[in-house]
């Protein structure tokens, strides 16, 4: 039997098998990961990294390995006019840092991410089998017996279901969600500027949604385009000239010329949340748990957190030589995170309700009060905590950048 089986090797479930190891070295994790070996180096999204998720993964000894990669992202602008305006105000604009030189968040290429998550899982010598599902599972006294797509049986004293937000190990448990799907799309590409950022992100919101631009190194940025489905999708099939000249009216020209350098992707979004996130012997976490609109970049950053409290529920536990497969203990972790987790959900949803339309008087509304807010300096402060996931008095230790 071994002590820890966690499902899906993305991003959250190699982070909380590299964050259980260094705390307690002496317990055995495999994880299992359904994609074949070298398809996480394809991957070329990237990812809004907030300031806690930065402390988390410093101290888990990967973050000097993502540095030379990670675009800091010094200035937010944030701006809400129509395609056909010919000029964009802005409306409002976030600076600053959180700590020191800290910026509230950085932009980190997806393989650089997992590259690093998956060098410290080999030097801390954490089992990854790929390319491998966990297929049914049942649940007993003192273990989850496991089966694998290889026809592998495993025991295990505690499954946690990492397989993001269409989690096959959460059905099998039996755990129901509320979901909603918001008939929206991203559109996701990288592109080259002639003209440097400096730092800046934008999002520009348009009737069909937020149109975001993210600094990456060397002059790109990455984009999160977000259209109706049916838009997305003919946008994807259409041909690179009309997709760039689709991509230039929404741009603009701030920063010169641009060239579409990556390839392009369409994403469905939804609102899904599972009703509970724990059994006996399992948890959820990350997407598996919650999977909320991208609008405000904080889907991966809540899984860090998700991370962060399960991680220190399992060794608190295990240090007092409790069985932490056990349900109250898991309920710790439950009450830990459900509470931020249904929040960030529900206010993206409305965020995205409130600025994924084009009604006059709506729009006339939230302008006013994004400039109201852009004139109260400690209002935007806060707002710059709440996006840097760092200060809460809640928080678990690993995203203050504590040792658990
Ligand atoms: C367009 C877009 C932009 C985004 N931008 C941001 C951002 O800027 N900042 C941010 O914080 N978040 C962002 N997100 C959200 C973020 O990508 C997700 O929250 C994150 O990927 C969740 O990680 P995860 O490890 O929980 O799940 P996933 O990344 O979905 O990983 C799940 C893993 O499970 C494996 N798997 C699946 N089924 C099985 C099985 N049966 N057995 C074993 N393995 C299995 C898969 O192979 C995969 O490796 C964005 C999302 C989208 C769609």
Same mark, same amino acid.
Do not use: C
């Given at each position: 039997m071994i002590d820890i089986l966690i499902g899906g090797g993305g991003y959250v479930g190699l982070s909380l098998a590299v964050a259980i190891k260094k705390a307690a070295p002496h317990l055995q994790i495999t994880v299992v990961d359904a994609a074949p070996a070298g398809v996480w180096k394809k991957d070329e999204r990237a990812s809004a990294i907030a300031a806690g998720a930065v402390n988390l993964l410093k101290t888990l000894n990967v973050w000097d390995e993502i540095t030379p990669e990670a675009e800091p992202i010094r200035r937010m602008v944030i701006t809400d006019s129509k395609l056909s305006e010919p000029v964009r105000p802005v409306f409002l604009t976030f600076e600053g840092n959180v700590a020191g030189d800290e910026p509230f968040a950085y932009m980190v290429p997806n393989p650089a991410m997992v590259g690093a998550l998956r060098k410290q899982m080999d030097a801390l010598g954490i089992e990854l089998l790929e390319g491998t599902q966990v297929l049914d599972f049942s649940i007993g006294d003192t273990a989850a017996h496991i089966t694998l797509s290889d026809g592998k049986t495993l025991d295990a004293r505690l499954l946690v279901a990492c397989d993001g937000v269409r989690s096959k190990l959460r059905d099998i448990a039996g755990i129901k969600t509320v979901r909603f799907d918001y008939g929206q799309s991203g559109i996701v590409t990288t592109i080259e500027h002639e003209r440097p950022h400096e730092g800046v992100a934008e999002e520009h919101f348009l009737p069909a949604g937020p149109f975001a631009t993210l600094p990456l190194k060397n002059n790109r940025s990455s984009? $999160?385009?977000?259209?109706? !489905?049916?838009?997305?999708?003919?946008?994807?099939?259409?041909?690179d000239f009309v997709f760039e000249a689709e991509l230039e009216r929404r741009f603009g020209h701030k920063l010169g010329a641009i060239k579409v350098v990556g390839g392009k992707r369409a994403f469905p979004f939804a609102l899904t949340l599972a009703r509970d996130f724990v059994r006996p012997? +399992?948890?959820?976490?990350? #997407?598996?748990?919650?999977?909320?609109?991208?609008?405000?970049?904080?889907? =991966?950053?809540?899984? +860090?957190? #998700?991370?962060?409290?399960?991680?220190? !529920?399992?060794? #608190?536990?295990?240090?007092?030589?409790? #069985? @932490?497969?056990? =349900?109250?203990?898991?309920?710790?972790?439950?009450?830990?995170?459900? +509470?931020?987790? +249904?929040?960030?959900? $529900? !206010?993206?949803?409305?965020?995205?309700?409130? @600025?994924?339309?084009?009604? !006059?008087?709506?729009?006339?509304?939230r302008d006013f009060g994004l400039g109201l807010v852009d004139r109260m300096p400690g209002l935007k402060n806060f707002f710059i905590r709440q996006a840097s996931n760092v200060g809460g008095s809640n928080d678990p230790k690993l995203l203050a950048g504590e040792m658990i």
């Open positions: 984009l $999160v385009w977000n259209e109706r !489905t049916e838009d997305a999708n003919r946008l994807i099939a259409a041909d012997r +399992f948890a959820l976490a990350g #997407d598996a748990a919650h999977g909320i609109h991208p609008i405000s970049g904080q889907g =991966l950053n809540l899984g +860090f957190k #998700d991370v962060a409290a399960l991680a220190e !529920t399992i060794v #608190d536990a295990d240090r007092l030589g409790i #069985d @932490f497969g056990q =349900l109250n203990i898991l309920e710790r972790y439950q009450e830990w995170r459900r +509470f931020d987790t +249904f929040r960030m959900g $529900v !206010t993206t949803d409305v965020l995205n309700r409130l @600025f994924s339309n084009d009604i !006059t008087p709506v729009r006339i509304a």
